[in-house]
């Protein structure tokens, strides 16, 4: 199953629960590939690889793909182990793909294409966007069973949502993807005790099209995650009794019975 995480918000905490939602699923004895699609590399980076480490990334897949160059590189070459899980990185190159991808044909389908060809089959496979809504995140949304929306209650996000579903609706739905779900609204740095927060949250359950979709868990602000992230660990190997663990773990259970019950 490929779940994107995606919106075109800068800071939303995509990477965060590209992590964290792949770190309780991998505790949950699920095989599990994060995929780094943005060229800021920011998930590869928490992955503990820096920008250089790594000769050749996702970068150099699509470009193979898309101009059929025989180098030796796949997706199956450039996968990385890290703590039980695999990760697929990114580096600054990918910022290239999107200029470079427009004017291939069948550019939409690349990373589709990429990913058929994947020797290990992987149980979920967590996606982790750029925030912009160019050729990486159509191939992303292109690639994937359903996608995720992180949103931060703190900003009022509710036109940047209605935007991005509108992209997805008339951009992937319509012609490219048709069976491409919504699984949910992810809140993140979410506190019900404030009035706004709470506002944030009934809007959006209230979406017109998309009502009931928020999920139940949320991510409460947790400093452990930001400091995880820093020290190129998941929470759970990080502090496994902070409350961004508990919050990614419950995402996980209430993610699982979705997909379960659809
Ligand atoms: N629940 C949380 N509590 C506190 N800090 C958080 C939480 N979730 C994420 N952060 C921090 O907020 C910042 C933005 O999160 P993140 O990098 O996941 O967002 P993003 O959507 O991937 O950003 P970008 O669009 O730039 O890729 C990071 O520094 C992250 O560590
Ligand atoms: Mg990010």
């Not at 947790?222 to 820093?230: D, F, M, P, S």
């Amino acid at each position: 199953m490929i779940i994107s995480i995606a919106i075109q918000k800068g800071g939303s905490g995509k990477t965060t629960t590209a992590i964290n939602l792949g770190a309780a699923l991998r505790d949950r004895g699920h095989s599990v590939l994060l995929l780094d699609l943005d060229p800021q590399a920011n998930l590869t980076q928490a992955m503990g690889f820096k920008e250089g480490d790594l000769a050749e990334n996702i970068y150099h897949v699509l470009k193979n793909e898309a101009y059929g160059e025989a180098t030796g590189v796949n997706i199956n070459t450039i996968l990385k182990e890290v703590e039980g899980m695999a990760l697929a990185p990114a580096g600054l190159e990918l910022a290239q793909a999107e200029l470079e991808l427009v004017s291939i044909f069948g550019r939409e389908l690349i990373l589709a294409e990429v990913l058929s060809k994947l020797e290990r089959s992987f149980e979920f496979i967590l996606i982790d966007c750029p925030p912009s809504i160019g050729m990486l995140t159509v191939n992303a949304l292109v690639a994937s069973n359903g996608y995720l929306m992180p949103l931060q209650s703190e900003f009022f996000p509710l036109n940047g949502v209605k935007s991005f579903l509108k992209f997805v609706q008339d951009k992937i739905q319509k012609k490219l993807n048709p069976a491409i779900e919504l699984y949910g609204f992810v809140l993140i740095k979410h506190d019900p005790r404030i009035t706004m927060h709470r506002e944030v949250q009934g809007a959006l359950q209230q979406l017109e099209h998309y009502e009931g979709r928020v999920f139940e868990a949320f991510i409460r602000p947790n400093i452990a995650l930001a400091k995880a992230q820093e020290a190129n660990k998941d929470i759970f190997l990080f502090q496994k009794n902070a409350n961004g663990a508990a919050d990614y773990r419950q995402l996980a259970t209430e993610f699982l019975q979705k997909i379960a019950a659809a």
